[in-house]
């Protein structure tokens, strides 16, 4: 399984952007990028994923290097609600046949108010 | 984006006891995944079922797990001897077909005594 590597913990101010960095240098052709967030005592949510181009969607964008070996999860405005875990996990594609997530331990977000 | 129950939300049992955690469906949602998270610890993936059958498992998922949808209605896990190390959060997590990302539950918190 691919391995990604975040960084264990950031800290954010309050409606300031962030970047969540992410590495993952053996991603294979067909690997997405996902990135989910857990808030406290609740299950892995859904944020954005990509596979070559960077997206945009209501909560987040995501940018990929055109390598493809590292990513970057951009909130564009933090909240107080956005405290949270956050997880880089690579997927294989439809030809993998598998669709499990291998989780890592994340990185902590800390939003300061 | 779609919602997704678990029940119960907290299951007490004694050890050697079995157990059963339910996953509510949503129509369209074909594919289905469960994960367990110990307290402080990785989110895990345990195994993913399709067409009533299981599509992949982990090594965690041994003999004293199983899974079933019986007639289309709620997704199940069983441990059937529950052992003090099976305490975690069990999410169940869900695709729709041709989708890319899972939707998980709320979790059931199971505490083995």
């Known amino acids: 399984d691919a391995k990604t590597t975040q960084p264990n913990s950031m800290e954010s101010n309050e409606e300031e952007p962030v970047h969540l960095p992410c590495n993952h240098s053996t991603i294979s052709g067909t690997d997405y990028i996902h990135w989910y967030r857990q808030l406290p005592s609740q299950g892995p949510e859904y944020v954005i994923h990509g596979l070559t181009s960077n997206v945009n969607n209501r909560m987040a964008s995501l940018a990929i290097a055109e390598d493809r070996k590292s990513s970057t999860l951009i909130l564009h405005r933090a909240t107080l609600r956005d405290a949270a875990v956050y997880y880089c996990?690579?997927?294989?594609?439809?030809?993998?046949?598998?669709?499990?997530?291998?989780f890592g331990t994340g990185t902590r977000l800390k939003v300061l108010a | 984006e779609p919602e997704v129950t678990q029940t119960p939300s907290h299951q007490v049992t004694q050890m050697g006891q079995e157990v059963i955690l339910r996953c509510v469906p949503i129509s369209n949602h074909l594919y289905f995944y469960w994960y367990r998270q110990i307290l402080g610890q990785k989110v895990e993936f345990l195994v993913s079922?399709?067409?009533?059958?299981?599509?992949?498992k982990s090594e965690i998922f041994d003999d004293q797990f199983s899974v079933e949808r019986p007639d289309g209605s709620n997704f199940t896990l069983k441990i059937r001897s529950t052992k003090l190390e099976d305490s975690a959060m069990y999410f169940c997590?869900?695709?729709?077909?041709?989708?890319?990302?899972?939707?998980f539950g709320p979790g059931t918190r199971l505490t083995v005594l």
């Open positions: 997590g869900r695709r729709l077909a041709g989708g890319n990302e899972q939707f």
């Open positions: 996990i690579l997927r294989g594609g439809a030809t993998s046949g598998t669709y499990k997530y291998i």
């Open positions: 079922f399709y067409n009533n059958e299981i599509s992949e």
